[in-house]
């Protein structure tokens, strides 16, 4: 590890030429980062791409198969626990007892960090209802919906006060009531100071959470910046979306494409990315095209996570 | 650090210690009572014990060893694969400031933990019966519980590296139950065929059963120290070799 810039204060995560392998497989290949104080961090990727194999590298379950990785100031591979013990945890498959009630897996996970009965049971009373799970706290978690799951897990990362947390794909399989609440949590966390990092393939989700953000692909960053920096960077500021009747679309697509900086002709729509989405719209119009709908919307992260990491499904 | 991973095996314990103790007691009772008792009396009746003792006396050892053996291995297969497939507890812990070695020790702690209770109602079960003979028996709950680590310690080795819980099956089925039968625990291996007596040496059960019986029976001799090394040697090298095989299964 370099010396730190002067003045900076030093990265909660930094990695160089971080590399995790399978076998012949590569999930990770090199990538470098460094994530702030304070910061929240996101990883976004389709399946694959090396997200879950760089957090459990950072979360010091995984070893590294090359670079270096600093977390905490530490290093995983000396002073894994040490570095655990200031982290919480949300892996992607939640690893709650079930048979137990909601407050005991509070309980037990509080007693592996050694925190006394009482402290852990005022920290459990604050984070049950953080995690609006108060009238659930004596019930056994089994019978419990996916959404509450998620929350119990994310209020059980949270028991320690950690300084970082790390969430491997919080709102994967929850409703959009769930998702948004538990957004609305973590957004509170990011406001108390709380380091976050996350992994996610939902473009709303890295929008609404992330102060910056890598793309990742095949083990590699294929880009990194701010949501907007990368929205500026890999996309227009709108994209025009048309849609023809079926069949016309490869007929109607050559003319269009002089509207826009680039365009995608997709079997239900044609995407033209433009700065100016109305002026294209009465473009086309006066070109004599009759779209059958026409929306012109912002560019989002989605459409930067596409161009990057194409539209082939990748599983 | 490993107690609080052991911390969390009891909490588990917790609720369902009623249920367990109530078998921990019952299951020597009735095994002393029919085979012990009754079948002892017949036994006693044509051949004047076994080795010198009533035959009651001779098994309620062989069948506390025996009894940690299967204890010791039960705990150490299902839990184990639950733990990193099911429930997935090992890796809540390592969540946490816990390294793997700690999760392992803890959960092999806790093993202990629990074959110490089970031989203390066992042996008390064996007070009831008449059939401790020597203050020597002190020594049969330390022993009784080496027992079921010598089994714990490589079976959970081997646990962490299974798939599926069909080895478990076979694990008790070609060695497990056998070991059972062959090890001096019901009859003394003496009398066996020259050659399987001499298979029944090499298995840890018979050392087990022998210690125990040794030792509730007040019978000691310098053999015993040998049975020790032998069952600690067996536990140690099977906690060394889950070490590795636990850092390889979770630590990916």
């Not at chain 1, 976004?44 to 070893?63: D, F, V, Y």
């Not at chain 1, 852990?120 to 509450?148: C, W």
């Not at chain 2, 050659?195 to 029976?217: F, K, M, N, Q």
Request: charged share 20%; with cysteine; hydrophobic share 45%.
């Amino acid at each position: 590890m370099g010396a730190p810039d002067a003045g900076a204060a030093s990265p909660m995560v930094e990695a160089r030429g971080l590399v995790k392998r399978f076998g012949d497989f590569v999930a990770v290949d090199g990538v470098d980062f460094s994530i702030a104080k304070g910061e929240s961090f996101g990883f976004l990727g389709p399946n694959g791409a090396g997200k879950t194999s760089t957090m459990r590298m950072i979360s010091c379950i995984s070893p590294l198969s090359g670079g270096t990785l600093s977390v905490l100031g530490m290093d995983p591979s000396k002073d894994g626990p040490r570095i655990r013990a200031r982290m919480g945890l949300v892996p992607q498959e939640d690893s709650l007892d079930l048979e137990l009630t909601v407050l005991d897996n509070l309980m037990i996970y509080g007693r592996y960090f050694d925190m006394p009965k009482k402290v852990i049971r005022e920290r459990a009373d604050q984070l049950l209802d953080f995690a609006q799970l108060t009238e659930r706290a004596h019930d056994r978690v089994d019978p419990l919906s996916g959404g509450m799951k998620r929350r119990l897990t994310i209020a059980r990362a949270l028991i320690s006060d950690p300084d970082l947390l790390i969430l491997d794909e919080p709102t994967t399989g929850l409703d959009p009531q769930a998702r948004h609440l538990l957004w609305d949590r973590l957004y509170r966390l990011k406001q108390e100071g709380v380091t976050l990092v996350i992994t996610t393939h939902y473009m709303d989700e890295a929008e609404q959470l992330c102060d910056r953000l890598v793309v990742m692909d095949k083990g590699r960053f294929a880009a990194e910046g701010t949501p907007r920096e990368l929205i500026e960077k890999y996309s227009t500021k709108e994209v025009v979306e048309l849609r023809f009747a079926p069949g016309q679309h490869e007929a109607v697509a050559p003319s269009l494409t002089k509207l826009a900086e680039r365009q995608e002709v997709l079997p239900d729509r044609i995407l033209l990315y433009t700065d100016d989405g109305d002026a294209a719209v009465v473009e086309v119009a006066r070109m004599g095209h009759l779209p059958r709908a026409t929306l012109v919307r912002r560019s989002t992260l989605e459409d930067v996570f596409l161009r990057l990491t194409g539209r082939s499904l990748v599983d | 650090m490993w107690l609080r991973a052991a911390r969390y095996w009891g909490y588990q314990y917790k609720r369902t210690w009623r249920s367990s103790v109530v078998t921990s007691f019952l299951i020597p009772v009735l095994y002393l009572a029919a085979m012990g008792v009754a079948l002892g009396s017949l036994i006693d009746k044509h051949s004047h014990g076994v080795d010198g003792v009533t035959y009651v006396a001779f098994l309620a050892p062989g069948l506390l060893a025996g009894t940690c053996m299967q204890i010791g291995t039960n705990d150490a297969t299902y839990p184990v694969m639950g733990a990193i497939k099911w429930v997935r507890t090992y890796f809540a812990q390592l969540a946490g400031p816990l390294s793997v070695y700690d999760v392992l020790l803890g959960h092999l702690a806790w093993i202990a933990a629990r074959l110490a209770i089970v031989s203390t109602i066992y042996l008390s079960v064996m007070a009831i019966f008449g059939v401790i003979y020597s203050p020597w028996a002190i020594l049969a709950l330390p022993a009784a519980v080496l027992t079921g680590m010598a089994f714990a310690g490589p079976v959970s080795a081997f646990a962490a590296t299974q798939d599926k819980d069909s080895s478990f099956s076979t694990l008790y089925r070609f060695a497990i139950i056998p070991m059972f039968l062959f090890s001096g625990t019901f009859f003394p291996v003496s009398q066996l065929p020259t050659w399987l007596e001499i298979v029944a040496y090499c298995l840890p059960l018979y050392h087990g059963v022998s210690l125990c019986r040794d030792l509730t029976l007040g019978q000691v001799s310098w053999a015993d120290l040998g049975h020790v090394a032998y069952l600690s040697a067996l536990g140690a090298a099977g906690y060394a070799a889950g070490r590795r095989t636990f850092a390889k299964r979770l630590l990916v």
